[in-house]
């Protein structure tokens, strides 16, 4: 590997951003393809889908065997609200791989005791995201139920390339916060990006139940190819 490609692996890392190092097995050619400015070739689609799958693997175009490498940031889940959800999604999400933090400016809900091992904010979620901000390989999460809270939230990640929007609630409750977000400024094809009532409908009831099915529903934007080419198209824009 190149020292420049190695420094560049690196400050992709640290801006928590996916890349994939391409590289042609006969010549030993290299390029390093960052995933939010990907294009059309089929060399840079292939490596849109490694990032998407993360899996790592060879890739033939134009009669050439290229080795696509995959380098991602880890997955992050923003939960806002320290609900009884929140309990159950953040141990199952951390199982599947995430990154879990908790933001809840509410204390007494927000505590160690009832959310061990996992990353706590009190700040208000607009101020915590400004300091640990959403990626293209960020979700978050809406539990409180409270607009002073929830709306700061959906607001910063609607500006983001976060691949995961949800927000619990019924149908009136959500179309509420469509119509305050829309008074915001956001369009319809933005807010379209809000996953409400939150989840795959599954029957769910109970909290445990109705955290399974919002991590099926994330983990279903995650892995769809054209999820991952929208996400691109809002970074770069």
């Known amino acids: 590997m190149k020292r420049a490609t190695l420094y560049a692996i690196n400050e992709a890392r640290r801006d928590k951003r996916a890349v994939v190092r391409a590289v042609d097995l006969a010549s030993g050619e290299e390029r390093l393809i960052d995933i939010a400015s990907a294009g059309a070739s089929p060399l840079e689609r292939a490596a849109i889908n490694a990032a998407r799958t993360d899996k790592s693997g060879s890739f033939e175009d134009d009669g050439r065997n290229w080795f696509l490498a995959v380098y991602s940031p880890p997955l992050d889940l923003a939960i806002v609200g320290a609900a009884h959800i929140a309990q159950v999604l953040s141990q199952t999400a951390w199982l599947a791989g995430y990154g879990v933090r908790i933001i809840d400016p509410r204390t007494a809900f927000a505590t160690a005791e009832r959310f061990p091992n996992v990353a706590i904010s009190h700040?208000?979620?607009?101020?915590?995201?400004?300091?640990?901000?959403?990626?293209?390989?960020?979700?978050?999460?809406?539990?409180?139920?409270?607009?002073?809270?929830?709306?700061?939230?959906?607001?910063?990640?609607?500006?983001?390339?976060?691949?995961?929007?949800?927000?619990?609630?019924?149908?009136?409750?959500?179309?509420?916060?469509?119509?305050?977000?829309?008074?915001?400024?956001?369009?319809?094809?933005?807010?379209?990006?809000?996953?409400?009532?939150?989840?795959?409908?599954?029957?769910?009831?109970?909290?445990?139940?109705?955290?399974?099915?919002?991590?099926?529903?994330?983990?279903?934007?995650?892995?769809?190819?054209?999820?991952?080419?929208?996400?691109?198209?809002?970074?770069?824009?």
């Open 123 to 237: 700040d208000w979620p607009d101020e915590a995201l400004a300091k640990a901000p959403l990626g293209m390989r960020s979700a978050l999460v809406a539990l409180t139920h409270d607009p002073k809270i929830d709306d700061p939230a959906l607001q910063t990640a609607l500006r983001s390339s976060c691949f995961y929007i949800g927000a619990l609630g019924s149908k009136k409750t959500h179309a509420g916060r469509l119509a305050r977000l829309k008074a915001a400024g956001f369009s319809d094809s933005e807010l379209a990006r809000i996953h409400g009532p939150i989840g795959l409908n599954i029957g769910a009831r109970s909290p445990a139940e109705i955290a399974i099915s919002i991590l099926a529903e994330m983990t279903i934007r995650l892995r769809t190819d054209g999820e991952w080419e929208h996400r691109a198209a809002r970074t770069t824009a």
